[in-house]
């Protein structure tokens, strides 16, 4: 269709649309009940955007007014009840609902301060916080409600529903109207939806299985853009809140993120899918946009992950890698600058904007550690899924939803007064497993799997009371009348097969003790804790006559009790399936018969068991028990195959009959005819239309393999029931009876019902729960989709008979919501039901009539005595025995005592045949060697010892295997501990003692350097911002190599006409052309510029001459700074605790520059300690083979002294021995024999504790005899190690072998002598050798002992100073992010600044050359007439005239230099208004110049002369042209010179004030570091501060300086001297060399007068005057003409060629301007509309203001009390202010008096 057409019918559609009248109450109803398939227009299968595109225009162009509402009676869903059946539609009436769906997400918002709405299945709950009142709103399709969303103006909220191309209605608040529907959103249900930043945008995305996202227009009903966002679960969109044109969603496993394009095609959503690279996948719940497109998002193991284009940015952690939540992150805010995140581990935590916005990835890890700024635990088992809050300046208050079943409100202001979380409501956690109803009043008990039993007044909508337990409820009863006549006692079954009896009664009636907490309405207590089962109980119910009760179980057991007090298990019976329901007989039936219901299709009736004695039964199971069984047999597809027979039947004999009459008419009609040929034709046409067609194959018999699951039942008549069953034999209630005499056995038996009764709309819909009413008359069935329908059976027959009429109500969610229990009041007046959807709700059974206002539950009253009764034991471990456990294991116990018996018997026998044995083998000993018996031949055979020595090694191999896991287990966890505490230690503590003294010495203990710092220190650097000295430096470097790179680009006179020819191209005729002109100019111009060179080369130098003169008043730069910093500092020493102190730019302090500090403290440390821990470990290693030799030296000192005569012996030296503390690394050295040897030490240990345990209970002093003994252990196990220590020992020599002794001879007894003399002496060298190593060794210990003790004093300094220095981390840490924040604003002032400066000098230097171009200019106009007199010469007739002619004014057309395109799409129209225009001009140039005619003095003119005059005038009129725009540049750079000099003033005092913020910021933080305690130790001699002779005792005044920097200040006074000495001397020699240069100067004036003169003087003599001569030189063509003839020959050709090409362009932009324009038009008449909507607004609001207010006119009492209070204070802050300037006077006078604070009693 052409663009034009459409806009024509476009048009027409809205006047016809203006012209009905569709804002009536009928224009109403027709648009609300258009039913499903007119909805369905928007729907879509491949392309959503073209289908139905003509039919739907004009509905899309349709204005719906801004007053338009639909009727709410007509949209909201309504119960069926069946046609013509008389039942009311308020048969129902929902009251309260107790039951939250905590775990849908966004199941929480807020419309106002005090209202809240949540989803509750098919309603909408709005909850008033100040009363607690519930209201109301109903869903419009009845099949639930998928999500909801709320204006940010909060007057409207959206509702997102469920079921068959669902409607997502707009609602305005607080009136509750139906504003806007927006239909064919999404398929089946609607998952998410969101407005945007101004809620004039909505964003909705749809669930399985389409997952489309729609964006709306939803004032006007109508979808903007709309597409699949996700082949998987979207679980949230949402616009960003900074360009509604972005929008992000994110569900299982993805995140994507989306652009609205404008294509060539119209508007699209584009989607990019987020790509998590090495992080791994992750379902994203919570995430946020941030304003420069960045989103951070949550991530399911409790990160925060921030995506930049698509990607992973950066990963956020706490410091150790531990990560920001524990578990996902569900929400993630955007409040007040900080971003507040909250997951499932119950904390909601606050982070720093900054820090995450400004996060990059440092190391290939991604991965970025930071703190939270505040962060709340709510509370213990609470799982936080959304948050919200009225977004209002300074409210802090938000309301949470907790997925664990509450509503919270929490104050996250975190200051002095935040208030604790205040959990406001209480709900059950998940699906609502079971439920009862009290039948004595209005109480109801429910559970869930959320391990709780809550108690409610359905009557007074109160919650009275819950009980938590260790596991989930699953089963509920209340005990009948017969059994409890109070009516406070229930049963509750559970998950872990356990059944609790509870009491209910009123804790009032109880005995109030002292402390007693706040009584509550109503308390639970245990009575009795039972565990029949294994498996959760599903069933619990009383007997008719309330003496048994009967429990079953998912364990396929049914467990009987006896009732009494206290239950007493009579016995359990096994059924071939997990029990559904148990129903006993009702009172009418003469025997009591139990009905079960078995869910694999088994239906099982026992009677009541008989009570036995149990106590010696070994087990409790019933085998005796009668039972009958019914197998179902699926009968669906038969009856099925029925009702289409039937069905068929009918339909045939309509058929007949329809035939017969049509036969009998055709009949009548033939006779009427004349022509029988005619009528026989008709007849054969007759029985060719008779022919039957034939009939499709009748339905066939399919039967489920597996049974269908039965749901409930209940008992029509003796031995006959109803039941109920899912799958596929749903839609039917089957009549059944048990068979009289079964065949076969209960596997093999199928029964089949005898009746059924067809239940409409049923057929993928069951009915779960049947409950009748007290009368029998009302038939209450909870449906698997969450309805709850109401058959009214009028002859009150169990049979069913009149089971036609139904009222039907959805109430519950129809996906999850299936209802799981429905109860009717004891007295018919209320109904109870509750779902898996978590909701409980309470109706009122025909409630025209209201409700008693104080109806209210009677809670019983607590039993005598129950305040003495001792609490009852619960069985709270989950695998307790059961009943029949317990049973099991004590038989069991009795079997192996017995069978323990017997083996001591066989044990004892054994040991009596081994001690005869025993005794054998001694006699075979003391017989002799010849007599006596080989071991082997005792054997009474070999191959059974072979046989046990084999078995010994495949058990030992078997063992080995077994234990090969726990080896390894083991193994790497002694690894891993080395790895934690030993890999990271480079020394440990070793303690090496002196041999001579007691001294000992210890190396340090010693950890790996670690790269905390220097890595904070990368990380701090990166994040802080550059100080203005830092990017001062940076930016002057980048200047001068941004200097260097840029070359300027000289362009000479002979470049505008040279080109190089291109190679390879043929030229025209046109460039030939070209290129001789350039030639010929390029002599002309060659001569000119050399002569112009000269000049501006000589000119130049002159002005660098004249600018090296200094003025009169100037002044060294350096002298002045010089000057200036001695003005500021010199006399003055300025402290750092100094008021006034001004931190110097270099001397700045941050946290980055300490934490370099504490880096190299720690590594000067650790180098010092490392050195000094090697010594020690040499010397421990020279100790050892001091030692070694020692030993070595005693040995042979023994030697010696086995020679010698004892009588020359001499006491031998004790060998030094090794401390365990000297060989630590010996403790981690062990092998089989140290740790047998420690197991067997341990199990002593063990057989000790366990024999004095007892004692010790009595002995007071037993325990000091154990742990002396454990003590002596430890010291015999350490001798022991120490003794496994490598030591060097020689071999003892052996002792010479004895002769018989004879007389020595003389020579002998000389040898002998010289020989002891020889071994004394050596004995003694020994022996001093000994002393020497001793003493050797000593000596070196204690030198190094004193180098250590001087190392442990600096080390101690270094650990005081590393805790200063660690303190001013944690202050500079605080005060960084201000900092920073100041710095960067001074620095982007200072750069402004500089940056100002910078174009100021370029104006300066641009203005300077303008103005050099203007002298230029009138230089060469100079010589132009110059040149023109020197032309005419002297005493020319035609002078005048010619100089009028040149002098004349003439109007000219501007040539305009084309460089570039130039847009040429003027039109014709336009040129020709030019042409006039510029002949207009002509003539009124010819009009004002008509005094003066040329063609008057034109005939006797030299022609030569005139035409040379005529181009010196278009010289001329050049240069006056260029001048004239020179001069209006000047002024245009003077203009922008002035603004830019007070921007720079703006700018300097906007720098000043910012610097001197920072200054005081720097100077707090200064204060805040002189805070800092330092220790500094000082010896006596040090201190100089002294008060009449005597130390004083307070040194807080004092100061701690350096001696070098004291030094260094007194050696600067005699520099300072030395240096005005020095100064004077020069200021001497520089006057009077100013006065030489003064006479010079003088002298220089006068000569330069002479020789002016004199240039004056041949000037004349030679030309006749004085000229210029470099106007002479520089005389030529005219240039600029020239190069603009050039130019335009160039361009004609260029020209030539791109007329064609935009001629093309002019088409396509004109179509281009034509559809922008129709464009513009569109959204100028918007514009119109907005603006007539916001006139009326305007108007409204302007009556509302000046109707408001009237009450309050007039002075009131509290203004006036409240002014008088505020004139009070101000006279009193004033004689403050007196006072204190009356102080701060006398403080600053010299010798002031300090006077005490003023203390003022207001």
């Known amino acids: 269709m052409d663009q034009d057409e459409e806009s024509e019918k476009l048009d027409d559609m809205e006047d016809d649309y203006q012209d009905d009248d569709e804002f009536q109450t009928e224009g109403e109803e027709e648009i609300s009940t258009e039913t499903a398939p007119e909805q369905s227009e928007y729907s879509y299968s491949e392309d959503p955007f073209h289908e139905g595109e003509e039919e739907s225009v004009e509905e899309q162009m349709k204005k719906i007014s801004e007053n338009f509402f639909y009727n709410y009676n007509e949209v909201a869903s309504v119960p069926f009840v069946t046609q013509d059946s008389g039942i009311p539609l308020n048969l129902l009436t929902l009251i309260h609902s107790f039951g939250y769906d905590s775990t849908k997400r966004g199941n929480l918002q807020l419309l106002d301060s005090q209202t809240l709405m949540f989803i509750a299945g098919n309603q909408i709950v ?40 669902p409607n997502v209605i707009i609602y305005d608040y607080p009136l509750l109207r139906p504003y806007r529907i927006l239909r064919g959103g999404t398929d089946e249900a609607y998952a998410y939806a969101s407005f945007n930043f101004n809620g004039s945008l909505l964003a909705t995305v749809g669930g399985y299985p389409d997952y489309t996202i729609t964006v709306w227009n939803w004032k006007e009903e109508h979808p903007i853009l709309r597409t699949k966002a996700f082949s998987q679960d979207v679980f949230k969109v949402t616009f960003n809140p900074e360009n509604e044109e972005q929008l992000t969603t994110a569900g299982s496993g993805h995140i994507k993120f989306w652009i609205m394009a404008l294509t060539f095609t119209g508007l699209k959503l584009q989607g990019f899918l987020g790509r998590f690279g090495k992080t791994a996948v992750t379902d994203i719940e919570g995430y946020m946009e941030l304003p420069d497109g960045k989103v951070l998002t949550g991530s399911e193991w409790g990160n925060l992950l921030l995506w930049e284009g698509g990607l992973i940015k950066v990963e956020l952690c706490r410091h150790a890698r531990r990560t920001c939540h524990i578990g996902p992150i569900n929400q993630i805010m955007l409040d007040e600058g900080e971003v507040i995140t909250a997951g499932d581990d119950g904390c909601v935590r606050i982070w720093d904007f900054e820090t995450i916005d400004t996060a990059d990835a440092i190391d290939e890890s991604e991965m970025i550690e930071m703190e939270p700024i505040n962060e709340m635990q709510v509370g213990k088992n609470v799982k936080l899924y959304s948050m919200v809050k009225i977004f209002k300046p300074g409210n802090s208050i938000w309301y949470a939803q907790d997925a664990n079943g509450a509503i919270w409100k929490l104050d996250l202001s975190f200051s002095n007064i935040t208030q604790d979380p205040k959990q406001l409501f209480s709900f059950h956690t998940g699906p609502i497993t079971a439920m009862v109803v009290s039948p004595f009043t209005y109480l109801m008990a429910t559970t869930s ?41 229930l049963i509750a079954g559970f998950e872990d097969g356990v059944i609790r009896i509870l009491e209910l009664f009123d804790p009032k009636g109880l005995i109030i003790f002292a402390g007693r907490r706040k009584v509550k309405a109503a308390q639970l207590r245990l009575k009795q804790a039972l565990k029949p089962h294994t498996a959760a109980v599903t069933s619990i119910a009383y007997e008719q006559n309330g003496e048994v009760l009967a429990t079953g179980s998912k364990d396929k057991t049914v467990f009987f009790f006896v009732v009494g007090k206290y239950y007493e298990p009579i016995g359990y019976i096994n059924v071939p399936g997990p029990v559904v329901q148990l129903i006993w007989t009702p009172k009418s039936y003469d025997k009591s018969f139990l009905l079960i219901l078995c869910e694999n299709g088994y239906v099982l009736e026992v009677p009541v068991p008989e009570v036995k004695e149990t106590e010696d039964l070994p087990t409790f199971e019933i085998k005796d028990l009668p039972m009958k069984c019914f197998h179902f047999r699926s009968i669906k597809s038969r009856i099925l195959r029925d009702i289409e027979i039937e069905r068929r039947r009918k339909r045939k004999e309509e058929k007949e009959k329809e035939k017969e009459e049509r036969r009998k008419l055709q009949l009548q009609m033939m006779k009427d005819l004349e022509e029988s040929e005619g009528a026989e034709e008709e007849e054969e046409c007759l029985e060719e239309e008779e022919e039957e067609e034939a009939e499709e194959p009748l339905p066939e018999i399919f039967i489920p393999e597996k049974p269908c699951p039965i749901f409930c039942g209940f008992y029509s008549s003796p031995k006959k029931f109803w039941i109920s069953l899912g799958g596929y034999d749903s839609g039917f209630l089957y009549h059944c009876k048990f068979p009289t005499k079964p065949e076969k056995t209960m596997e093999e038996q199928q029964d089949e019902p005898f009746g059924f009764h067809a239940v409409e709309n049923t057929d993928n819909n069951p009915i779960r729960v049947i409950a009748f009413s007290l009368t029998k008359m009302m038939m209450f069935c909870g449906m698997q989709n969450g309805q709850v329908r109401v058959y009214i059976l009028k002859d009150k027959s169990p049979n069913l008979t009149d089971m036609q009429s139904y009222w039907s109500y959805s109430i519950h969610d129809n996906d999850y919501g299936h209802i799981q229990a429905l109860c009717p009041s004891y007295d018919d007046r209320f109904v109870v039901t509750c779902g898996a959807d978590g909701n409980i709700f309470v109706f009122n059974v025909l409630s025209e009539e209201q409700l008693e206002e104080d109806l209210r539950a009677t809670v019983p009253p607590p039993r005598i005595g129950i305040e003495t009764e001792k609490r009852v034991d619960d069985i709270e471990d989950p695998n307790a025995f059961s009943i029949e456990g317990a049973r099991q294991k004590r038989e069991h116990d009795q079997i192996m005592q017995e069978v323990e018996e017997i083996k001591t018997q066989k044990r004892e026998k054994l040991k009596h045949l081994r001690d005869e044995f025993e005794k054998f083998l001694v006699k075979n000993s003391e017989l002799p060697e010849h007599m006596q018996l080989h071991r082997t031949e005792f054997d009474v055979d070999t191959k059974v010892r072979e046989e046990t020595e084999r078995t010994t090694v495949k058990k030992i191999k078997q063992v080995e295997k077994e234990l090969a896991w726990e080896k390894e287990k083991h193994r790497i966890a002694l690894q891993k501990l080395q790895q934690r505490f030993r890999d990271s230690l480079e020394f440990d503590t070793i303690i090496v003692h002196a041999i001579q003294t007691e ?13 905390k710092y220097t890595k904070a220190k990368r990380l701090s650097q990166t994040e802080r911002r550059a100080s203005k000295f830092d990017w001062k430096e940076k930016e002057v470097t980048v200047k001068r190599e941004s200097q260097k790179d840029s070359v300027p680009l000289v362009t000479g006179p002979e470049e505008v006409f040279m080109e190089k020819e291109k190679k390879g191209r043929p030229r025209n005729l046109s460039e030939l052309m070209v290129e001789n002109q350039i030639d010929k100019m390029k002599k002309i111009m060659i001569k000119a510029e050399k002569a112009q060179n000269k000049i501006l080369q000589r000119r130049k130098e002159w002005e660098e001459l004249y600018k090296s003169k200094p003025e009169d008043d100037y002044e060294d730069p350096r002298d002045v700074l010089a000057i200036k910093e001695a003005q500021n500092n010199m006399g003055d020493f300025n402290l750092k605790t100094a008021p006034d102190y001004k931190i110097p730019e270099q001397m700045r302090i941050n946290a980055a520059k300490k934490e370099e500090e504490i880096g190299i403290l720690e590594a000067m440390a650790h180098e010092r300690k490392f050195n000094m821990n090697k010594c020690i470990i040499s010397l421990r290693d020279q100790k050892i083979a001091v030692i070694e030799e020692i030993q070595c030296l005693v040995q042979e000192l023994k030697t010696i002294q086995a020679i010698l005569p004892a009588d020359k012996h001499l006491p031998i030296p004790e060998v030094p021995q090794l401390q365990p503390e000297e060989v630590p690394e010996k403790k981690y050295q062990y092998d089989d024999e140290i740790l047998l040897e420690f197991k067997l030490e341990q199990e002593k240990k063990a057989m000790e504790e366990q024999q004095k345990g007892p004692e010790e209970e009595f002995t007071g002093f037993g325990s000091g005899k154990v742990k002396s003994s454990i003590k002596e252990g430890e010291l015999i196990r350490q001798d022991s190690k120490i003794a496994k220590i490598p030591l060097v020992f020689l071999p003892e020599v052996p002792k010479p072998v004895e002769f018989p002794k004879t007389e020595p001879t003389e020579v002998e007894l000389e040898i002998l002598k010289r020989e002891e003399i020889r071994n004394v002496y050596m004995q003694q060298h020994v022996i001093d050798r000994i002393r020497e190593l001793i003493i050797t060794f000593d000596a070196e210990f204690r030198l190094l002992r004193h180098q250590k003790l001087k190392l442990d004093i600096q080390m101690k300094l270094a650990d005081l100073h590393h805790v200063t220095l660690f303190q001013e981390v944690l202050l500079l840490k605080n005060f960084e992010k201000q900092e920073n924040i100041l710095q960067e604003r001074v620095n982007s002032l200072d750069r402004e600044q500089q940056d100002m400066k910078w174009r100021i000098n370029e104006n300066v230097a641009e203005m300077e050359e303008r103005k050099n171009e203007i002298n230029k200019l009138q230089e060469q106009e100079k010589a132009l007439y110059a040149n023109f007199q020197a032309t005419l010469g002297e005493n020319n007739k035609f002078a005048n005239f010619l100089l009028k002619v040149l002098k004349k004014n003439i109007k000219r057309v501007k040539k305009k230099e084309v460089e570039g395109e130039e847009e040429e799409d003027e039109s014709s129209k336009e040129d020709s208004d030019d042409e006039s225009s510029f002949e207009s001009g002509e003539e009124e140039s010819e009009s004002e110049d008509e005094a003066f005619d040329e063609s008057m003095g034109l005939a006797n003119c030299d022609p030569a002369l005139y035409e040379m005059t005529l181009q010196l005038r278009e010289k001329r009129l050049d240069i006056e042209e260029t001048l004239s725009d020179e001069k209006k540049l000047l002024e245009n750079l003077r203009k922008e010179y002035d603004a830019m000099g007070k921007k720079v003033k703006v700018v300097a005092a906007n720098l000043e004030t910012a610097e001197e913020a920072l200054e005081a910021y720097q100077r707090e933080k200064q204060q805040r570091l002189n805070e800092l305690l330092i220790v500094i130790p000082l010896k006596l001699h040090q201190i100089e501060c002294v008060e009449f002779g005597e130390i004083p005792h307070d040194l807080s005044n004092a100061l701690v300086f350096s001696n070098s920097s004291l030094q260094r200040l007194q050696d600067r006074i005699i520099q300072l001297q030395e240096e005005n000495l020095e100064q004077q001397e020069l200021n001497k020699e520089c006057r009077e060399r100013r006065k030489k240069l003064v006479f010079e100067k003088r002298e220089m004036a006068k000569k330069i007068k002479k020789m002016k003169e004199m240039v004056a003087q041949l000037m004349i003599d030679k030309f006749g005057k004085e000229i210029n001569l470099e106007a002479l030189q520089t005389l030529s063509v005219n240039k600029k003409l020239e190069e603009l003839k050039i130019k335009k020959m160039r361009k004609e050709l260029s020209n030539a060629k791109e007329i064609k090409n935009w001629e093309d362009k002019i088409s396509q932009v004109r179509w281009d301007l034509m559809v922008k324009t129709k464009e513009h038009t569109k959204k100028l008449q918007q514009m119109n509309e907005l603006c007539l909507e916001k006139r009326e607004l305007e108007g409204r609001l302007n009556t509302l203001q000046s109707q408001q207010g009237n009450a309050f006119q007039g002075p009131r009492k509290a203004d006036i009390v409240a002014r008088e209070k505020i004139t009070e204070l101000i006279q009193i802050q004033a004689e403050k202010i007196l006072a204190l300037k009356e102080e701060i006077a006398i403080l600053r006078r010299k010798g002031g008096l300090i006077l005490p604070p003023i203390n003022s009693t207001h």
Do not use: N
């Not at 009363?131 to 419009?140: A, D, N, W």
């Open 999 to 1011: 001294h000992k010495i210890s190396t340090y203990r010693l950890l790996k350097l670690s790269g």
């Open 449 to 489: 799997h959320d391990c709780s039993i809550r108690i409610f007044d359905f009557a007074a909508k109160l919650f009275l009371t819950h009980m938590e337990f260790k596991e989930g409820g699953t089963a509920l009863v209340w005990a009948p009348r017969v059994v409890s006549y109070r009516g406070g006692l």
């Open 126 to 165: 709005f909850v008033d916080l100040r009363t607690f009142e519930q209201s109301y709103l109903r869903s419009s399709s009845g099949q639930g409600i998928g999500a909801l969303a709320v204006h940010p103006d909060k007057t409207y909220f959206v509702v997102a529903e469920k079921g068959f191309y």
